[in-house]
């Protein structure tokens, strides 16, 4: 039973409640209130894919382990962890492959040459391996803070794109080594050699299908469910359906009641929001004892309902850039390319003339280039200087085309990063290469423009929004890479649409009744009640 303080009035004694601990009620709610039950996952693997049989898989596992060997001649396999080979044998597709995951940890057989791991996902047909998917990550023995220990592993073999075939649903773990949770990245390789992504989590603990929704379950770092849901029907990453989306919202809102904290408190509209969703009336007093909500922070609030349900809200995800950047693309003649993997014979010449300029170089990363004859080394001197080299070679390891060095940030930092796109103009094939604040412009084997200061690739949307192919914003001015160069972008190609984003940029800060914000308003289409309430905003200082 509640205390109650005696106060006297006119010689009378009347009964007053004891203000309520709010911190303490919403954690009782906390403790109460049931999440909703997550519905039980499908399989990923269709029912056309067989198992392999013990005998089979055995001979995989040593069909595999001899490819590899083939592939890297002057490396070595290591055995000093339990973990350093790791071989999962997924099942056999009706076109007649198996699909196959490994990790081996391996080092060069020549002196000073470092350890690390190959990861690969691979389809086997018969006598023929081809590598579908491959990282390179730290050896095993070498697992301790800083370190890189990501692998792939083969998640589900179903007909994602409803085309007839079997596509690989491939996880991308990332993990270093003194973090307390990693992240699981599920990616879709289409049988017809495309890719997509279909979304992350941390730490996942499940993953299934929910009728057509593939459906990742994990835990954030403050033990909350997370969940990340894609439409296989069509193709293609999504919001959570409306049940999933529901379960997802309310565990994270009995998380927060559950350790509440006096910091952490809502204001009084946030917790009859709260309230409403966990289905929980308010107990006489409650709200009362909540903060009053601010006028400016309730309007904010709308405007980011509204942002949200006209899909304006940042997001990664952002069709509506996507879309713009392809249609200024094709105004400016330009076209995707495709890459090619590199062979054996490519990264031996690579690796080849990296000897050539440092004997003794260590961290030696190698890779295609996005598109075209090209590839790239990076390489660190063991002089420990902390710094990386980076050069952009032909594919034969003849030419070098372009370089840099850079600053290593922490005790390893990442194996290269410079940026680039490439895309064909006519029978032109133009590369565009960014790294340590210069631009290269490459076409035929050769650099036909450079420039160098605060340089990125031109994004059309907003927050982490895909990067165009061919337009590069150097110090703020817009310029279009060419077969011969550069030009300045014509301003009216992205005049309107630039006004758009500075719009959307407005109404996802904080609400203002100033006329630059009101204005965002009404241009982008909101309710003339929305800029009202905002008009009506108290003025600030």
């Known amino acids: 039973m509640r205390a109650l303080v005696g106060l006297v009035v006119f010689g009378v004694s009347v009964a007053r409640a004891e203000p309520l601990d709010l911190v303490k009620e919403l954690q009782a709610i906390g403790g109460k209130v049931k999440p909703t039950p997550i519905p039980k996952l499908g399989s990923l693997r269709a029912a056309t894919c067989t198992v392999v049989s013990k005998a089979d898989a055995a001979a995989l596992k040593k069909q595999v382990q001899t490819w590899i060997d083939h592939e890297h001649p002057d490396e070595k396999v290591l055995h000093e962890t339990e973990s350093s080979v790791d071989i999962s044998i997924g099942c056999k597709d009706p076109s007649g492959y198996v699909a196959v995951a490994v990790g081996e940890d391996r080092q060069g057989t020549k002196k000073d040459s470092f350890a690390l791991r190959r990861n690969y996902i691979l389809k086997v047909f018969g006598d023929k391996i081809v590598a579908v998917d491959e990282s390179r990550t730290d050896a095993t023995m070498n697992w301790m803070e800083w370190a890189d220990e990501g692998h792939l592993s083969i998640t589900g073999q179903l007909d994602v794109d409803g085309d007839g075939a079997l596509d690989l649903i491939i996880d991308h773990y990332e993990h270093e080594g003194g973090s307390p949770m990693g992240t699981d990245n599920l990616v879709v390789e289409y049988a017809n050699g495309k890719t997509a992504t279909l979304g ?9 299908l929910v009728g057509d929704t593939l459906l990742m379950r994990g835990i954030d770092k403050e033990q909350v469910l997370e969940l990340s849901c894609a439409s296989l029907k069509p193709a293609g990453p999504g919001p959570c359906p409306g049940s999933l989306a529901h379960a997802r919202a309310r565990a994270q809102l009995i998380a927060r009641f559950t350790n509440m904290t006096k910091d952490d408190l809502p204001d009084r509209d946030e917790l009859v929001d709260d309230l ?35 899909d304006l809200a940042h997001r990664a995800d952002d069709p509506e850039g996507r879309s713009y950047l392809a ?28 000897k050539k300029q440092d004997e003794k170089a260590v961290n030696v990363s190698i890779d295609a280039s996005a598109c075209g004859p090209y590839m790239w080394a990076a390489w660190s ?36 990063v410079h940026e680039e796109q490439f895309f064909m103009h006519g029978d032109k094939l133009v590369g565009v290469l960014i790294g340590a604040q210069n631009l290269w412009i490459v076409v035929d084997g050769k650099v036909v423009a450079t420039s160098h200061g605060e340089i990125r690739f031109y994004t059309a ?20 890479a060419t077969p011969t160069g550069r030009e300045k972008l014509d301003p009216a190609l992205v005049r309107d649409h630039e006004q758009r984003r500075k719009a959307i940029d407005l109404v996802n800060g904080d609400a203002s009744r100033a006329p630059a914000y009101l204005a965002a308003l009404e241009l982008l289409g909101a309710d003339p009640k929305l800029v009202a309430e905002c008009k009506a905003l108290p003025k600030t200082e």
Do not use: Y
């Open 276 to 310: 409403a969703a966990l289905g929980v009336k308010p107990k006489p007093g409650l709200l009362a004892a909540a903060p009053e909500t601010p006028p400016v922070l309730r309007a904010t609030r709308h405007v980011h309902a509204w942002a949200d349900h006209a």
């Open 200 to 208: 992350a989590v941390h730490d996942m603990s499940d993953v299934g």
């Open 327 to 354: 249609g200024l693309q094709a105004k400016l003649g330009d076209a995707a390319c495709a890459q090619t993997k590199l062979t054996p014979a490519e990264e031996a010449a690579a690796a080849a003339w990296v």
């Open 381 to 416: 001197a063991p002089t420990g200087d902390g710094k990386m080299r980076e050069v952009m070679l032909s594919r034969d390891g003849k030419t070098r085309i372009l370089g840099f060095t850079w600053e290593v940030m922490g005790p390893q930092g990442p194996p290269s």
């Open 461 to 480: 949307g907003n927050g982490a929004s895909a990067p165009s192919r061919d337009i590069i914003d150097d110090s703020g001015a817009l310029w279009h």
